[in-house]
C-alpha cells in the first residue's frame, strides 16, 4: 500500500467535498464507518467520509483490543452469532496478520464456579467446531497442578483445573485506519476532524436528506461550512447516534442506552500471565480479562472491562473509583500473592458501547416511525440497522469481530431503501453496483510474502530492521528505515518503539496524523504502555510535526500544549483515587 494518507491528502479530500456529489456520505470515522466505506467503494460507489474527531478517537480505540467468537453466546445458544465471529476471526488472522494475531487463552475453574467443567468442555468443543476448526489451536483441559506451574501466583485454593483455548488480540485503532488508507486507495474520499453539523434537505414529494454541512474543525472558524452533497447518508456515529439523529429532526427519540467499559493496564512484568486469562467477578458473575500485550511498548496487561451506566454525552463518560476499585478486586481475589495496588496501575481508558435501548423502533420525527420490519433489522443481539428522517440510515452498536460482515449489511440495507426509492418513482439517480469486495487483504505490505520479500531487500542493503517494526508494518518497515536513515533521530528511543521519530514522520504520511495525541494515543500506545506516557519525547516529535506540518515555532508550542491538556484530561482518576493506595478487599 503505498498511495499516500495524510493531512495533505486530506486537503485535497475537503476540496472534493465542495466541488462534487457523491452516492454516499457516511458520518464516523470508526471500524463500523471505515468498513462500510471499503465495502461501498469496492462495489463501485463514489463514497465520502467525515469523522468529527481522529479516526477511531472513541469506542473504536477504547475496546478490550480482541477479536473473538464469544463464547458467551453460546449459552444462549446463538450458534449462527457464534459462527460468524469465528469465520470472521479465521478470516482477520489472514488479511491483517500485523493487526490481529493468535493469544492463547486460560479459563482456570474453581469449586461452585458456575457453569462447571462439564458443560465447559462442551462449550468448547463447540467453539471448536462452528470454526470448523480453523483456530490457532484446539481447547485443551488443563490440571490443577498444570495451571499453578504456568500461573503460580493464581489462588490455589478451591482450583480444580480449567482449560485451554485460542481466540486472537487486534490493535483496535490501526485496524480503523488501515481500513480506511484501503478504501481511500481503491476511491473513498476522507478526512478527519470534520464535523457534520446539520444535514441538506431537498424537500418535495420525498423530503429527503441529500448531504450535510460540515466544518473543518482544523480552520477554527464556526462559520467556515462545507455543503458536502451525497445521494444517501450513512450514520456510523457509534455513541454519538443520538447526537446526530437530533440534527435529522426536532423530535429525535433516543435509539441507545450507552454502556461505560473501564480498563486498567499494567506493566506485564507485574502480572506476568502466559496468556489472556478469563476471569468471573464473585458478587454478580460477569467475566472480565486479564490479557497480556508484550506487543505494546515494552509489554503490558490490559485488564477489563466494566459495564456500567454513563451519560448520554459519550464525552462526559469518566473513570470512577468504583470501576477500579471492582477491577482490583477480582485481581486481588484471583492473584493474592502479587499484592497489587492501584501504584501498579501504569494508565487506563473508558470507552461507551453504544447499545441499543427500547425506543430504537420508534425514532424518527413528526410521530413517524424510524424504521419499518423492512427497513429496521434486527442483525443480531449486537448492532442494528435502521432508517431515520429524510432516508438516513442508521447504525447502532457492532461487534469489532464482525465489522466487515456488518458493513456489508449496512450496505446491502442501503442500497435496498435506494431501490425501493426508485420503484416508488421518487426521483432518485440508482447507481449501477457490483458485488461487495472485501475478503481481500487489508494492507499488501503486511502479508507474509511481502515480508518476507521486505526482509530480503533489508539484507541487501545490510539494514537491521527491529522485529518490532516487521510485526507491527510488515513491509512497510523498510521505509520507516529509509526514513530513519534520511532523518537521523536525536534522542534515544523508548524501550519497545525503535526509530520512534521515523515512526511519526511515517504516521504523518500514512496515517493521516494531524495532531500529536493522533499518534501518542492512536497510532502507538505510546501514552498508555509507559509510566511516562512518552512525556520525555514530547519535545523531540513536536519538532519533527513542525517540520512536516510546515508548522512555525508558535504553533509548536500550542500543540505540545494541546498534548499535555489531553493527557491531563485522561490522567483525571487518578485524582479520585487519594487515599486508595492500599489493597483493594
Known sequence: MTQEFSFRTRQIALKRFREETFDLLIIGGGITGAATARDAVTRGLKVALVE????????????SKLIHGGLRYLQNMELRLVFEALSERSHLLKVVPNVVRPLPFY??????????????SIGLWLYDLL????TPGFHRRLSKKYFLEKIPFLKPEGLQGGFHYYDASMWDDVLAVETLRDAQSRGAVVANYVEAMTPLWERGESDRIVGFQVRDKEEGSQDNLISLRAQRVVVCAGPWTDQVGATLSPNWRPWLNPSKGVHLIFDLKRIPVPGALVLAHQEDKRISFVIPRPDFGAGVVIVGTTDGATPQDPEKADIDFADVDYLMRLLQKYFPKLNLTTEDIISAYVGVRPLMGTHSSTAGSEGQTAATAMDLQKISREHYIGEGPGGVVLVAGGKYTTHRTM??????????????DAQKGITVPVPETGPSRTENVVNPEAVAAAVEAGKAEAVQKNWKIPDELWDHYGAGALKIMEIARAFPSTMADPEGFPLLEAQFRYALRQGMVLHLEDFFLRRLPLYSSRVDHGTPWIECLARVWGEEMGQDPSAISIEIQRLKEEFDRRSAWKKKLSGAKTLFQ
Not at 131 to 134: A, E, H, I, K, V
Open 52 to 63: 468529527a474527531r481522529d479516526f477511531a478517537w472513541g469506542t473504536s480505540s477504547r475496546s
Open 107 to 120: 479459563m482456570p475453574v474453581y469449586r461452585g464456579d458456575y457453569p462447571g467443567k462439564t458443560l465447559l
Open 131 to 134: 470454526s470448523l476448526f480453523r
Open 407 to 420: 458493513a456489508k449489511e449496512i450496505v446491502d440495507v442501503t442500497l435496498e431503501k435506494w431501490n425501493r
